[in-house]
């Protein structure tokens, strides 16, 4: 039995059928040749049934073996054209493609632009008119002090009235050059009638005496001290300045105002 079937194997593998020609004689046998009589050609033996069974495997393997070899090389005189797909088309990100061309430059209005104006520091500049040292029986002055140093030094202003005052006020600016802070200040005029208010200012020191209501500024001179610590060497108090407002009893008002001097040469 296993020679049986290695000699179909190998003539199913050597033969080569033609289909075409084995369709047309199945077609014209089954025309010419009658349905056999299954009751009188009586029962089939076993090896009869066998041999056949064999020979239709075989003819189905070879069969297979040829519409396979046909389907896998094309057959003679055949060509399977391969149907290329058709291409896909290019992924796309969701997003819009940017501009070729650059941004519009946006419009000018046609006007110049507006300079901007530099903020106010918020403090009270310096008195940009000449100082008016007197005003009526009301007079006044600045110097630094001889005690004046290379570190600290005093600046006095000194107010003379020919009359009675009933209100006072005096305002002392030392601007600041670099290491300006407050050390005291002192008057000749008695310390309870007056209120002194010291504002460090980030430009400049304010000094601000205050007459207290119902005290008297009697006539004479009078002398309002500030002092302050300094940069080591000659301080420039030109910048420094003042102004003092007063009344009398009867309602007149006087103003004076002034500018410092150079400072007295100052020991180490």
């Given at each position: ?46 090896p009869r049934v066998t041999v056949a069974t064999l020979a239709s ?130 008057r000749t005029l008695p310390a309870g009638d007056f ?74």
């Amino acid at each position: 039995m296993e020679d049986l079937k290695r000699r179909l194997r190998d003539a199913a593998a050597a033969h080569e059928p033609d289909r075409d020609a084995m369709l047309a004689r199945v077609r014209h046998g089954m025309s010419r040749s009658p349905r056999p009589n299954r009751r009188a050609t009586g029962p089939l033996s076993w090896p009869r049934v066998t041999v056949a069974t064999l020979a239709s495997a075989a003819a189905l393997v070879a069969g297979g073996y040829a519409i396979a070899t046909t389907v896998h090389t094309g057959g003679p005189g055949r060509e399977v054209a391969a149907v290329p797909a058709a291409p896909s088309p290019p992924p796309t990100s969701g997003h819009a493609s940017p501009p070729s061309t650059p941004p519009s430059t946006p419009p000018t209005s046609g006007h110049a632009p507006t300079p901007s104006t530099p903020p106010a520091s918020g403090h009270a500049s310096p008195p940009s008119t000449p100082p008016h040292r007197q005003d009526g029986p009301l007079r006044s002055d600045i110097s630094i002090d001889s005690h004046t140093n290379a570190y600290w030094a005093q600046s006095d202003i000194t107010l003379q009235t020919g009359v009675p005052l009933s209100t006072l006020t005096l305002e002392v600016r030392i601007v600041q050059t670099g290491g300006v802070a407050s050390t005291g200040a002192w008057r000749t005029l008695p310390a309870g009638d007056f209120t002194l208010t010291t504002t460090d200012e980030g430009d400049a020191l304010r000094y601000r005496w205050t007459l207290r209501p119902g005290r008297t500024v009697l006539p004479g001179k009078h002398v309002f001290a500030v002092q302050y610590n300094h940069a080591r060497g000659p301080r420039a108090a030109t910048a420094d300045t003042y102004t003092a407002t007063a009344t009398t009893a009867k309602g007149q008002r006087y103003t004076v105002t002034g500018r410092c001097c150079a400072a007295p040469n100052a020991s180490g």
